[in-house]
């Protein structure tokens, strides 16, 4: 039998980047797919995976189906609600199907790999997943920079959660491969150090509850139905990708106004 040697072993990215993409399932109905999911993301090289809400897990079909992943399934993170699964995210896209009360980007699975792809060399992404039969809500919806659409048969659109998270996961391993030159050197690589962090998940909802409080005290926001203005505002700002210290630039001005008010 021939012998490999290393000039003939395929290029591999490395953990770099695309380790710091997120897998995130919410509302999982079948524990099954929560180890499909895992088994997927494992095979494109990534390990981060958090749940939110899932019906039942741990549970032994997870571990069947994880099929060796079981590291996955173990470092899996368990929270409660989305906000709290991409509190340090600085990108966050949504897979969904629904996008007509949001105005921020919808992309297919290769531009939304580079979105995240480029965001993860800041920290971490989030690439999030939504129900089995009904997917994200408007409100989970919220929380997202972009949206990504996989184009699949109009005559038959139905895809299995892992078989979504399989597709996205090789999206962003091929977009990872992509800026691997012929040595295995990476050649296209984001640092955090050379411009202003985008802000983290956390800090963008503290803004916007900021602005929540200071539009209802000058009366420019009703209180008893300020969501229509709010989700506009936040759509805003998520499309703009405000770096950290603009958010603080922002949060100080709304201060201000409720002090000078």
């Not at 995240?116 to 060399?121: I, Q, S």
């Not at 919806?141 to 699949?152: G, K, S």
């Amino acid at each position: 039998m021939e012998s490999r040697t290393d000039e003939h072993r395929p290029i591999d990215p490395g953990p770099g980047a695309a380790a710091r993409v997120r897998v995130v399932l919410v509302g999982t109905t079948h524990p099954g797919n929560i180890g499909s999911a895992a088994r997927a993301m494992k095979a494109m090289g990534m390990r981060d995976l958090a749940l939110v809400a899932p019906e039942r897990f741990p549970h032994a079909d997870a571990t069947a189906l994880a099929s060796g992943a079981d590291d996955v399934l173990a470092g899996a993170t368990v929270v409660d609600t989305l906000t709290e699964a991409v509190a340090d995210c600085h990108q966050v896209v949504g897979t969904s199907a629904r996008t007509r009360t949001h105005s921020v980007p919808v992309l297919e699975p290769d531009g939304a790999a580079s979105r995240v792809l480029g965001g993860a060399g800041e920290g971490p992404v989030a690439l999030v997943f939504g129900r089995e039969h009904s997917g994200l809500t408007n409100e989970e919806l919220d929380h997202c920079h972009a949206f990504v659409r996989i184009p699949t048969d109009p005559d038959f659109s139905s895809l299995n959660l892992a078989g979504s998270v399989q597709i996205m996961t090789w999206a962003v391993r091929r977009a990872a491969l992509a800026d691997v030159g012929e040595s295995g050197a990476v050649v296209r690589q984001a640092s955090a150090a050379e411009r202003d962090p985008a802000a983290t998940h956390a800090e963008l909802e503290g803004l916007f509850e900021h602005y929540e409080k200071t539009l209802e005290a000058i009366d420019v926001l009703d209180p008893e139905n300020p969501r229509h203005t709010m989700r506009r505002l936040r759509h805003l700002y998520l499309r703009a990708e405000p770096t950290a210290s603009e958010v603080r630039l922002l949060r100080g001005i709304l201060t201000h106004t409720l002090r000078g008010r």
